[in-house]
């Protein structure tokens, strides 16, 4: 008996231990995060329980300082369905930086929130602008959705590398609106293995070693989770969301969506859960034998991608459906190219429910226009188990050669073509007169506080002397 307490004692201890282990492993806590509800006077408004600190509120708040012109609009309107950091937002007019100091160097997430509005007079809806990161054009001639019938907000997310201290934001208003907006902006440092340093390169058929991944520019273009419901950022580390795969699968044919209520395994080597939470690896789409024969089939993905860039093609996988190890093998192609053969993933973590990924670089062809997963048996596959697995995929766009991951344009090219203008027209040079007596109205306390305070908006100078610039 008093062995078997003291075993009892313990697997307590064991499970405490392990529980504990795995709430922290829970709480991710990024060195850098910044979360912007901007236009905001409100010192904190929630979303997904996360804190957004009102830009206009710093006065509470040492990270960051309204030192510049605070030009914000408020929607005196919103739909009630519309989370509060999208009922405010900052306007720009000119070409804004807004910098960010950075504390530890490496890949940073960085999240741009729009919901365009109308408030006095002023028809968000018509801006057009480019967004400039640490260099990197991320955005150029971005307009929000004068055709978006839904209304809903929209969020664009990037990964990039940085090697400074701050980390700095540029809106560039186009030409033509002389118009910018954002609602929110998040800045936040990414785990260290989140994105590798190498990945394989799939180029006409044959792989590759691919290096430097993790210093490239990336915009999550889709971030999918197969066969389960949309995973929203409550239930993610790294509070992304996760859409349904339906809209991609092409073919089904002989597929099954499947769910695991136990306990995903996290090991290390394998995925962390920063790389892909809980919520994703429970959910699958396999192919099942049913009977003496392993069926001809193939899972099929499709997904629109522009032409002219490399994606990088995340697939994640979790063997949650088979009974054993050792039952499981596959093979999984990439553009109709077979890039893992017989994969036997419960080898490779050596255990079952256990998360893995693998990255593999891909061009987009200009001409096809998509990028294709599919999972089919392998020559190992066995009859009466499962012959296929995956349980997410995530595309992502590396920026090209121009530093941009919107087009044939270098980020001091959009500096440069938004200072070249010469007519402003009456109208905008008012706007400016404005804007000017507004902007001197503030001089002196911008002064007082732009010293000690950290992150800062501030005008971009009008004048430059980089005229030779070719991109
Ligand atoms: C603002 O109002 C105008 C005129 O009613 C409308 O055409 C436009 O779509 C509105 N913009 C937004 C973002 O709702
Ligand atoms: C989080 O996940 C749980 C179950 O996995 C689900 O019941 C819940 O609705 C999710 N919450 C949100 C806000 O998505
Ligand atoms: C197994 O089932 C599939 C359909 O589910 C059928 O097409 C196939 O002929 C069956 N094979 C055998 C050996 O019964
Ligand atoms: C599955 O897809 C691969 C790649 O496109 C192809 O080579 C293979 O023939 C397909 N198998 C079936 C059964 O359609
Ligand atoms: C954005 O629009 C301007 C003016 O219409 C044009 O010169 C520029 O090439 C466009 N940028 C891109 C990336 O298409």
Known sequence: MKN???????????FLSFSTLSVFSHLFSPPDNYLINCGSTSATTLLNNRPFTGDLAAKHSPSFSTSSHPLFVKNQNPLSNVPQIYHTARVFTKPTKYS????????HMVRFHFHAFNSSNLDLGRAQFNILVDGYVVLSNFTRFVTDSERNPRVVEYLVWVDSEKLVIVFVPS???????????EVISAPTDLILETAQYLSSGNLKRFDGLNKQALEVVY???????????????????????????????????????GRINYHVGGASREVGPDNVYNTARLIRSKNDSVPNVNMTWVF????????????????????????????????GYLVLEDLDISYITSSLASPYYVDFVVDGDSSVG????????????????????LNAVEVMKLNNQYKSLDGDVCADFVLKSHRSHGNTGIFLTLVAAVCIVLSLSIVIRRRIIESRESVSWSRLPVNSSEDNVKC
């Open 223 to 261: 971030r999918v989770t197969v066969g389960g419901p949309k995973v929203t950022p409550f239930n993610d580390s790294l509070w992304r969301t996760w859409v349904p795969d339906e809209e991609f699968l092409k073919s089904s044919v002989g597929s099954e969506k499947f769910y695991f209520g």
């Open 304 to 335: 629109p991608v522009k032409g002219g860039y490399k994606y990088l093609v995340r697939l994640h996988f979790c063997d949650i459906a088979s009974i054993s190890g050792g039952l499981l093998y596959f093979n999984v192609y990439v553009n």
């Open 175 to 185: 030409k033509d609106s002389e118009l910018a907006f954002v609602n929110a902006i």
């Open 4 to 14: 078997f307490n003291q075993n009892n004692l313990f697997s307590l201890l064991f």
């Open 100 to 107: 960010f100091p950075i504390k530890q160097k490496g890949t």
């Open 370 to 389: 998509a990028l294709s997963v599919s999972i089919g048996p392998s020559k190992s596959s066995l009859p009466h188990v499962i012959d296929g697995m």
